[in-house]
């Protein structure tokens, strides 16, 4: 049985692409806290964030977010005012300082002008606000990009790849920011074993390895809910 | 308000997107000045012009519409996933892209306005003309941009410029009334025509009819709010009504229109239409000598002019007519030799009898033009050794062998 408190709650969700299940039909449930997808280069790892985020839907299967169905048109807007979502690449506003990013994020998310001063100061960006993103560096660019994704302080936060290409340092600068964002953050990586969770995504198949269960990084975690991310029951 | 602009300022920063305005007002320019008349201020075709350039603007408008529905999908992340309308972002591209090609449509019409009132020294600028190519602009936005967005790819720009620019080309001026669909193929409107009333009228109701449907459907289906049907089927009905009046016009978009002529009276009466009213000095100079050529024959004139409509020419009763379609550099010869050619009998010209080519040496003298060669070279050497008053009298007494092209040799003595 699947928690009715999940985050996530997938029953017989498939994805399809290329005419190849990225993820074969399949029935589970994903709770709170940080929760790592890691798996193959390829394997669809972004597809499935993307349709976590409702952005994509599934090929079969029915999808809950934060207890909303998003094959029901009012509970796809309700849903989507509370999610979060970074892609890999979103640096597609160079010439926007991080202030006006975010401002413009908080636009669309129907947040006043207070929120975005709020979440600049939250992500440490208050100094840098007035500089465009293209002349940031990568680890503020993305704390740039974390504040346009939390301006409305959403419930649930999904991360495409968001430390990819930040040395250690900056990493574990930012891991706690990421585990602070929101009572459920979902992100892929390289190499999650930060994480409170991590999934793997291999052959269109959703699994906890128990190798990858223990993180060696615990020590960043925060006091968090226990959380049930729930072997899949593949239909 | 104050939030959508503040929206729509970063957007035009980020994208960049304005620096399209000074190109499409160029293309615009361009297009719109391939269909005016040389020389000639007629409001009518001013506004015709102004509206014929969407015909390039268009679908260069579609296409960067495409381009940026395309590019913008990456911006789906922060945009959709929002407690607004999902339709919000692409409502939001819409209005700036609109922005845009409606700012250079506005620069390309002052630009052909002022050239007009430059010209013509008076305002009688039709705005329903002016109206229908902005609504034919925003109508390719409209269709490049919803293409774009529900086809993201790059193919998709290439295909949207490719099919807006076949609908705006293949379809021929008078050919059928599908050539009134905007932008339509209307031509140039010389004087002595006029549009059809209400024209303009039927074409921006069909163009903002369109154009609204598509919108208002494509909100309906991204919102799956069924409250939109209503005033989408108002949309659909309103653009189903304007083409069956634009079908009713049957292709034509011109009517004859009644003008009063304005002359010039000394030493001959030389009328002509109000707009051209600053070719009178050069068309009577042009036209005086060959009167006086003619002064005396079945061909002599004292009055030209302006032919309306596409009838031939011919000197009748003392009055030579000319069509004189517009101003370019040389009008006024040009204007000379059509009277010229009224002159000549057309059944006895048309065949290939050796009296054409003598005739041609007397056309030429008339108005002023090289000697062509002619059968009997000394015939030709002889008529260019006589003087101004000889051949004014030798052709008072040739001229109906000259008209009929019946000429001879003998009809050149020594």
């Given at each position: 049985m699947i928690a009715d408190v999940s985050t996530i709650v997938a029953r017989g969700m498939g994805i399809r692409r290329s005419g190849r299940w990225l993820l074969r039909p399949a029935a589970f449930g994903i709770a709170g806290g940080v929760i790592g997808l890691a798996g193959p280069s390829g394997v669809g790892?972004?597809?499935?964030?993307?349709?976590?985020?409702?952005?994509?839907?599934?090929?079969?299967?029915?999808?809950?977010?934060?207890?909303?169905?998003?094959?029901?048109a009012t509970d796809l807007r309700s849903v989507r005012a509370r999610i979060?979502?970074?892609?890999?690449?979103?640096?597609?506003?160079?010439?926007?300082?991080?202030?006006?990013?975010?401002?413009?994020?908080?636009?669309?998310?129907?947040?006043?002008?207070?929120?975005?001063?709020?979440?600049?100061?939250?992500?440490?960006?208050?100094?840098?606000?007035?500089?465009?993103?293209?002349?940031?560096?990568?680890?503020?660019?993305?704390?740039?990009?974390l504040a346009a994704t939390c301006v409305h302080e959403p419930d649930l936060v999904l991360l495409d790849e968001p430390l990819t290409g930040l040395d250690d340092q900056r990493t574990a600068e930012l891991v706690p920011l990421i585990r602070s964002l929101a009572p459920a953050v979902l992100l892929t990586a390289t190499d999650p074993g930060w994480c409170d969770r991590v999934l793997t995504l291999s052959r269109g198949r959703l699994a906890e390895p128990e190798t990858v269960f223990a993180a060696a990084l615990r020590p960043y975690s925060i006091p968090m809910p226990c959380q049930q991310a729930r072997v899949p029951a593949h239909a | 308000m104050h939030e959508l602009g503040r929206v729509l300022r970063l957007d035009a920063r980020r994208t960049t997107i304005l620096v399209a305005v000074p190109v499409l007002a160029l293309l615009g320019v361009a297009a719109a000045w391939r269909?005016?008349?040389?020389?000639?201020?007629?409001?009518?075709?001013t506004v015709v012009a102004v509206s014929a350039s969407v015909r390039l603007l268009g679908p260069v408008a579609a296409a960067l519409s495409a381009w940026v529905a395309v590019r913008?999908?990456?911006?789906?992340?922060?945009?959709?996933?929002?407690?607004?309308?999902?339709?919000?972002?692409?409502?939001?591209?819409?209005?700036?892209?609109?922005?845009?090609?409606?700012l250079a449509y506005g620069l390309v019409a002052l630009t052909i306005i002022i050239q007009t009132v430059l010209r013509a020294g008076t305002w009688e600028l039709p705005p329903a003309g002016l109206l229908a190519g902005a609504a034919a602009l925003a109508l390719h936005v409209v269709l490049g941009y919803l293409a774009g967005r529900l086809i993201p790819n790059p193919l998709t720009v290439v295909a949207v410029a490719a099919a807006t620019r076949l609908w705006d080309t293949l379809r021929c001026t008078g050919s059928s009334w599908l050539g009134l669909l905007p932008p339509a193929a209307i031509g140039q409107v010389g004087p002595f025509a006029a549009l059809r009333p209400g024209l303009f009228a039927d074409q921006l109701l069909?163009?903002?009819?369109?154009?609204?449907?598509?919108?208002?459907?494509?909100?309906?289906?991204?919102?799956?709010?069924?409250?939109?049907?209503?005033?989408?089927?108002?949309?659909?009905?309103?653009?189903?009504?304007?083409?069956?009046?634009?079908?009713?016009?049957?292709?034509?978009?011109?009517?004859?229109?009644?003008?009063?002529?304005?002359?010039?009276?000394?030493?001959?009466?030389?009328?002509?239409?109000?707009?051209?009213?600053?070719?009178?000095?050069?068309?009577?100079?042009?036209?005086?000598?060959?009167?006086?050529?003619?002064?005396?024959?079945?061909?002599?004139?004292?009055?030209?002019?302006?032919?309306?409509?596409?009838?031939?020419?011919?000197?009748?009763?003392?009055?030579?007519?000319?069509?004189?379609?517009?101003?370019?550099?040389?009008?006024?010869?040009?204007?000379?030799?059509?009277?010229?050619?009224?002159?000549?009998?057309?059944?006895?010209?048309?065949?290939?009898?050796?009296?054409?080519?003598?005739?041609?040496?007397?056309?030429?003298?008339?108005?002023?033009?090289?000697?062509?060669?002619?059968?009997?070279?000394?015939?030709?050497?002889?008529?260019?050794?006589?003087?101004?008053?000889?051949?004014?009298?030798?052709?008072?007494?040739?001229?109906?062998?000259?008209?009929?092209?019946?000429?001879?040799?003998?009809?050149?003595?020594?």
């Open positions: 790892k972004s597809t499935l964030l993307a349709t976590f985020a409702t952005l994509r839907r599934p090929h079969v299967g029915a999808l809950d977010v934060l207890g909303y169905d998003i094959g029901n979060g979502y970074l892609p890999a690449r979103f640096s597609w506003a160079a010439n926007l300082t991080a202030r006006e990013f975010v401002a413009y994020a908080a636009y669309y998310k129907r947040m006043p002008a207070a929120s975005v001063d709020a979440v600049l100061e939250r992500m440490e960006l208050t100094e840098v606000a007035s500089i465009e993103l293209g002349l940031l560096p990568a680890d503020v660019r993305l704390r740039a990009g | 269909e005016l008349i040389p020389g000639v201020a007629y409001w009518d075709n913008e999908h990456r911006l789906d992340y922060l945009r959709s996933l929002t407690p607004r309308s999902p339709a919000t972002g692409p409502l939001v591209d819409l209005l700036l892209l609109g922005g845009v090609a409606l069909w163009s903002a009819g369109l154009s609204s449907a598509l919108v208002l459907g494509y909100v309906l289906v991204v919102s799956r709010q069924g409250r939109l049907a209503v005033p989408l089927a108002a949309a659909v009905a309103l653009t189903a009504a304007a083409t069956v009046r634009l079908h009713d016009y049957g292709g034509a978009a011109v009517v004859p229109a009644a003008a009063g002529y304005v002359c010039r009276d000394w030493p001959l009466t030389v009328c002509v239409h109000p707009a051209l009213q600053g070719a009178l000095p050069d068309l009577e100079a042009a036209a005086t000598p060959l009167a006086a050529r003619l002064a005396g024959t079945e061909g002599g004139f004292t009055r030209v002019f302006q032919l309306p409509g596409g009838d031939p020419v011919a000197v009748r009763a003392g009055v030579a007519w000319t069509h004189l379609r517009d101003l370019a550099p040389g009008y006024e010869q040009r204007a000379a030799r059509e009277i010229r050619a009224g002159l000549a009998d057309p059944d006895a010209c048309t065949r290939p009898t050796p009296g054409r080519a003598y005739s041609a040496l007397v056309d030429a003298w008339l108005t002023d033009e090289p000697s062509p060669a002619v059968p009997d070279a000394a015939a030709g050497r002889r008529f260019a050794r006589w003087s101004e008053q000889r051949r004014r009298g030798w052709l008072r007494a040739h001229y109906p062998g000259y008209r009929q092209c019946a000429l001879t040799p003998a009809d050149f003595p020594r």
